[in-house]
């Protein structure tokens, strides 16, 4: 049996837009506010503020009993960090920010990871490729090609890479809830899939590393993924619509 899918309405689609849009502008002004020097927490508390000047409010806060406004993953942690004031951001870390922001009935959901200062020539190699397989992903996911295509496409790009494909966490349907199916995985060889049809919403979000694909979670906190050699980690995620043509990207980027 295929995978359920959900065809969302016009309607819901008009929401879902909005909310996209709010959420990829809400992640551009916090990653433009991230700065050497600062904590995670001081970081998550900026963000907490840009999300609530939007009228709208986190998506992930309370979610699972997630603690934070939004996570942020600092160098070999892959996703889900928490700010911490311990954590201080220094020149040449590279930072992941996952926002989500609930407003008008509707749920945006998109990731960065962002260079501080200087980084290193193999950090950018990992950010570059990152980023080119979400776009590989986004060429792919049209109505009409099963998404085993979005997966294989992203799939290929990390390995040309020569980059770690992390395996225990995927890409997702959304837009009402936070997660709806179908699942979006970033690698191939766990079956077909369903067919992409138009008024389908997915996250599709590559989670690279510089060495392997191994994960683990932080046993004290419950959520922090980090790699398990611990090499660099990099996340880049968008929200597309799939139409008949290519998708359309709801939580664009002008600066990406
Ligand atoms: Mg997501």
Redesign the pocket.
């Given at each position: 049996m295929p995978e359920r899918v959900i065809i969302h309405t016009p309607a819901e689609i008009e929401k879902i837009r909005r909310a996209g849009a709010v959420t990829g502008e809400v992640r551009d002004a916090i990653a433009s506010a991230v700065r050497p020097g600062m904590t995670t927490f001081d970081l998550d508390q900026i963000a907490g503020e840009i999300i609530r000047a939007t009228g709208g409010r986190s998506a992930f806060l309370g979610y699972g009993d997630f603690p934070g406004n939004v996570c942020i993953s600092v160098n070999d942690t892959v996703i889900h960090g928490i700010g911490s004031p311990k954590t201080i951001l220094e020149n040449g870390d590279i930072v992941s920010i996952?926002v989500?922001v609930a407003i008008g009935g509707a749920l945006g959901?998109?990731?960065v990871t962002v260079p501080i200062g200087e980084i290193s020539a193999s950090a950018k190699h990992l950010l570059d490729g990152t980023k080119k397989a979400l776009f590989a992903g986004i060429d792919a996911a049209r109505g009409g090609n099963p998404l085993r295509k979005v997966s294989a496409a992203v799939e290929s790009v990390g390995r040309h890479y020569g980059l770690g494909i992390v395996r225990d966490y995927v890409?997702?349907g959304?837009g009402i809830q936070?997660?709806e199916p179908p699942e979006v995985p970033n690698f191939t060889g766990w079956g077909g899939g369903p067919v992409l049809q138009p008024g389908m919403v997915i996250?599709i979000?590559p989670m690279f590393n510089l060495g392997g694909s191994a994960v683990k979670v932080d046993r004290r906190d419950g959520w922090t993924v980090r790699t398990r050699d611990g090499s660099l980690s990099a996340h880049f995620?968008h929200?597309i619509l799939i139409t008949e043509k290519e998708a359309e990207i709801l939580t664009w980027q002008k600066t990406m």
């Open positions: 996952d989500g959901d998109c990731a890409g997702h959304c936070l997660h996250c979000e995620e929200m």
